[in-house]
């Protein structure tokens, strides 16, 4: 039911309050979700940023290699024409040996240098392998020369200006693609900077991002334990409040324990109880706390004006919008209209409104605990009810509604041993219709129980407060008046037996009654006796007439104190 009723807070049939209850959830779980996306992204940025690092770093270590293939390469030339002019000038056999070995070098890098001038930017007139190949037949024709002892030719063909030129086409062409590696492993060994430097950049990122988020969940974890433990206290309180409602012996002591309880839970509303009339056309206030300066708290409430009570379902009558408000709704304050229903019947309506700019969100907010507040207060309500109805059932009679002759006895031995005591006086007076036997026989018994019920009712019409009427027995009444001496007690009698005469006219038959009065201590100072004095001034004035009073007459020994007095 609870869970029911917080839901019909935010329908638009009670009035359209929005669903806060559910943005702290919301609120409490953006920075988890958001956690987990910074650990993700940097997951895969570490991963992305690793692999292109090592992209990077296979590529510049490729550069590096094809270097030093190329200074092999040059190296290994360099050496063929140094070994094949030393041999020519010389011919020192071991040259040669030196000169084929720095051939096998160059052979050996030979695929490098061709991958450097494949990647070359710059298109030279000469392939560098062809040239390289000329030189190489320039050397090999001076070696020749040389072994036949043609010394001078061999030497003159090695500074041939051709070969000459060729050497230095060839070496400026292995610079160039020594240059151009170097600058794409300057190129490559920045990107792997820039790469390092983004992913620590990214993973500092990350990292503050992550710190910053687990310190906002920390706050919303904190302020949903603090939540948590609020609402635990309300529980307890709402605990305490149903086990003290199951003591409590009336309406007075629920509407006390209500009062004290919505204080603790709800500071900042104002409140009211509306219970059903016993006619349940109306709610009439049972109590109220918290009021606010201004605050319209109706002291009865039409059930045909209030949808709470129509609906069976919470009304939400808000300050803002265009929302359907109850007729009975006044002022422009909002104010929450809960119907209590307990075992399928409604008993009444618990009210809460707000006062301030923000009433329409302190409402929402209190929306739960308000629903759980009613429900509550609604079974203990329907409990009291319950046993106020078994009560009277014990203690009234089912007809006229008047207490029964066993609360009759208690009460008035009550208030004659009261009178013994303290020697206040207390007077009955019994009430008898006259011909009632023939009414119910010319007319019917259903016409005979009206007027009986009428009787009733005019009777306890005319009592105070502290007086209580009973019915004796048949057609005959007893009333108890406590502090009540004989004489305005025969007055009181009077005043009921004129009362009882003008129901003729409204039932259209004749409706009279006689009454014997008697007091205590003047006419007697025992229940029993009391009562027979009452019964025998009754009899009195039956006999006088009846549609009269009769007091009881004094008792000697009274007599004799009053002269003695």
Known sequence: MTGEKADSFRGASAGGLEDDADRPNRAQSWPIVAIVAILLSMVVSAIAGFAYIEHERAHAATIATELDHVRSYRFGVTNQM????????????????????????????????????????????????????????LWSRSIGLSRRGAR???????TSPEAVEALARIRSQLARYETEARDRQAEHDRRLAF?????????????????????????????????????MRQAEILFHMADVLQSA??????????????????????????????????????????????????????????WAVKRGKVQANLRSGDALRCEHHQGSGAAI???????????????????????????????????????????????????????SQALKDPLTGLYNRR?????????????????????????????????????????????????????????????????????????????????????????????IETLSNVHGVRVTASLGVASSP??????????????????????????CVQAAAARPNSLELSVAA
């Open 249 to 306: 012996s009336g309406q007075e002591d629920a509407n006390a324990v209500l009062g004290a309880t919505a204080r603790r839970l709800l500071p900042q509303l104002s409140g009211a109880l509306y219970l059903f009339s016993s006619a349940r056309d109306r709610l009439v206030l049972s109590t109220a706390w918290n009021e606010h300066e201004g605050d319209a708290t109706p002291a009865t409430i039409l059930a045909s004006e209030c």
């Open 152 to 158: 001078a030719e061999a030497d003159a063909l090695l």
């Open 82 to 137: 140094e070994s094949a002019t030393g041999y020519a000038a010389t011919g020192n056999t071991a040259l040669l040996k030196t000169f084929f070995a720095a051939s096998d070098l160059a052979g050996e890098n030979v695929q490098a240098v061709r991958l450097l001038a494949a990647r070359s930017t710059t298109r030279p007139h000469a392939d560098p392998l062809t040239i390289v190949r000329q030189l190489n037949g």
């Open 337 to 391: 209209e809960v119907p209590m229903v307990a075992r399928g019947e409604v008993h009444g309506l618990i009210r809460f409104s707000a006062a301030g700019p923000a009433q329409d969100q302190e409402l929402a907010e209190a929306a739960t605990l308000i629903s759980a507040l009613t429900d509550a207060v609604s079974l203990a309500l329907s409990n009291i009810a319950l046993r106020d109805k078994l009560r």
């Open 407 to 499: 609360y009759m006895e208690d009460s008035l031995q009550r208030f004659v041993s009261l009178s013994q005591r303290s020697g206040t006086p207390a007077s009955v007076v019994l009430i008898d219709l006259d011909h009632f036997k023939k009414l119910n026989d010319d007319h019917g018994h259903l016409i005979g129980d009206t007027i009986l019920r009428a009787v009733a009712e005019t009777v306890s019409g005319t009592l105070r407060e502290s007086d209580i009427a009973c019915r004796y027995g048949g057609e005959e009444l007893l009333v108890i008046l406590p502090d009540c001496a004989l004489a305005d007690a025969v007055y009181k009698a009077e005043v009921i037996r004129a009362r």
């Open 195 to 231: 790469a390092w430097h983004l992913v620590i950049g990214i993973q500092i990122i990350g990292g503050l991002l992550s710190v910053a988020g687990l310190a906002l969940t920390y706050r919303h974890v904190s302020r949903d334990a603090r939540r948590r433990r609020q609402a």
């Open 522 to 547: 003047e006419n007697s100072n025992t229940v029993q006796d009391l009562i027979l004095q009452a019964d025998t001034a009754l009899y009195e004035a039956k006999r006088g007439g009846r549609n």
